[in-house]
């Protein structure tokens, strides 16, 4: 009798395991379906807001470019149709946006080129100046006796033209003799007492 009492518990735990077992089982892939489920969708998802990123970074690249055109236009315009006079010299010649590259390294783009038979003006334009574009001004100096050689005997003198100035970069132009060339109201302010030939 104890026999049979005891082969029929072994027979009740050994079903209760391999109900537990398939419990068990049937819970994995439940977890592992969600988890696949889950993923699928974060991926999804992830790529949604990657293509919402790279849709608002060409359109703040656009404004940001349409920003600076309109600055290079407008001080263009002033040159253009005002006063030419700057640093002591007149300008009869000028252009805007002129690109060279006529050695690696040495590619570059001018926003506005000042000429006479005597001297050369490189302004570069920025929407808002900053003091690492001072920098990239006096870039400007290499990278122009290079890309136009036929004005090497020129004095060559450099600008930075901007809507808005940070007082650190207008002190660092002034340290580096670099002309500042600001919009004030209406009007526009050449500063270049500190300026110096190139």
Known sequence: MENIAFSRVED????SAIEFDRKIEQSR?????????????????????????KQNNKQIGGMSNN??????????NTFKDGNKKMFGEKFDDIFKEEKRKTKKGFEDEYD???????????????YKADTDDVIQVL??????RENFPEH??????????????????????????????????????????????F
Do not use: P
């Open 112 to 126: 506005i080129l000042m000429f006479n038979g005597q001297a050369v003006c490189v302004v570069e334009v920025k």
């Open 67 to 76: 920003m600076g055109t309109a600055t290079t236009e407008f001080f263009y």
């Open 152 to 197: 090497n005997g020129k004095k060559l003198y450099l600008a930075m033209a901007s809507m808005s100035f940070h007082w650190r970069t207008e002190q660092a132009c002034e340290k580096n003799g670099i002309a500042i060339i600001k919009q004030v109201g209406d009007k526009v302010i050449i500063n270049d007492k500190h300026i110096k030939a």
């Open 12 to 15: 009740i735990l050994a079903k």
């Open 29 to 53: 892939r439940n977890f592992e379906q969600e988890m696949s489920q889950y993923r699928a969708e974060a991926k999804k998802e992830y790529k949604e807001i990657r293509e919402l990123i």
């Open 139 to 144: 870039r400007k100096e290499k990278t122009f």
